[in-house]
């Protein structure tokens, strides 16, 4: 699943060969448009309503789960729109809101092609990057000893796709604890994505990293232990990919290290202090806008 020169088409060959036979390739879900359907009338009978309150709760998996067949043209989201047609309220809004977040990326990735591994924004141009292998194969693994991180990116390596939530929290790991220039997540996540998409993939990494369209967002720094609690509340999402902390109760997963047992079962300790690197982030901001 490496990015990969292909070359000729005897190696080729191999290369689907070995990946159709590796263990780690997650499951695809049903292909084509009656699929694409067929999810889109679950979604709408079973979860829309509660959209606007469960998008942000990953333990719950009440999104369309739509992304992938709306990547590869299964469905045009002109058709989920049509559907939608009529129908009002804080949850169709939101979701309709998400679409038109796909749309304006591609958008400007049109108008903007170089942006697609380069930093939009000028503004933060001259920030100091850091290049850990160690902890950047942490981050990939989902090993870095903060739970809902490590859950997030195990759930990728798993099945292709990460609640939207999740990506953010990831992302930001990535950029503001680690330091690493966000084109190393983009790639990493591009690569495994059953949804990855050039415009949207790499647009909202800008946007986490404070290099993309959004206004001010370089100080948003998140606290991994704080949005765990916050989004996953009983601990449900990650003791469900993280079985080395399955036997702590409720939100007590999110903070392994303030319980006895909290690495009983093998769980790692963190790699970087989330206090501390917040500080240094900020500081590099500050002295890339001087
Ligand atoms: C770091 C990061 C990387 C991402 N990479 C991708 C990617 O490669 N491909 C991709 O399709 N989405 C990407 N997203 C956006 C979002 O996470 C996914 O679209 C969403 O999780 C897909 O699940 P869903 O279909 O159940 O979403 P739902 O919540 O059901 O949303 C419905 C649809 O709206 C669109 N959408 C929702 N949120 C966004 C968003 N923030 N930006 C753009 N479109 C959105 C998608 O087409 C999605 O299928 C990324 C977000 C982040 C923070």
């Not at 292909?6 to 190696?11: E, H, Q, T, V």
């Not at 998996?61 to 002109?78: L, N, Q």
């Not at 292998?133 to 997030?152: H, N, S």
């Not at 939530?165 to 990493?188: C, E, N, Q, Y």
């Amino acid at each position: 699943m490496a990015p990969t020169d292909l070359g000729r088409d005897a190696d080729a060959d191999r290369l689907v060969e070995e990946a159709l036979a590796a263990d780690d390739v997650p499951q695809l879900p049903p292909a084509g448009e009656r699929a694409a359907l067929a999810r889109w009338g679950e979604f709408v009978a079973d979860d829309l309503a509660g959209y606007e309150r469960g998008r942000d709760r990953p333990a719950e998996e009440s999104t369309s789960f739509m992304s992938a067949y709306i990547k590869v043209g299964a469905v045009h989201p002109r058709t989920l729109l049509a559907d939608l047609a009529g129908q009002g309220g804080a949850s169709v809004e939101r979701f309709v809101g998400e679409l038109a977040w796909r749309e304006f990326y591609a958008d400007v990735l049109h108008h903007r092609p170089r942006t697609g591994w380069a930093d939009l924004r000028q503004e933060l141009a001259g920030l100091r990057y850091d290049d850990p292998e160690d902890a950047i194969e942490a981050w990939q693994q989902g090993r870095t000893g903060y739970p809902i991180v490590d859950a997030g990116m195990r759930q990728l390596l798993a099945t292709g796709w990460m609640h939207n939530r999740v990506r953010m929290i990831t992302a930001s790991f990535l950029t503001k604890d680690l330091h690493v220039w966000w084109p190393v997540g983009a790639r990493w996540f591009l690569d495994r994505l059953l949804d990855g998409d050039l415009a949207s993939n790499n647009h909202n990494w800008q946007w986490v990293a404070g290099t993309g369209t959004d206004a001010a967002p370089y100080f948003r720094v998140f606290n991994p232990v704080l949005q765990g609690e916050k989004f996953d509340p009983r601990g449900e999402y990650v003791r469900r990919w993280v079985p080395e902390l399955a036997h702590l109760p409720g939100k007590a997963v999110h903070q392994p290290w303030d319980h006895e047992d909290g690495y009983a079962h093998g769980y790692p300790r963190r790699i970087v202090d989330h206090a501390e690197e917040r500080k240094e982030a900020l500081a590099r901001y500050k002295a890339a806008r001087g």
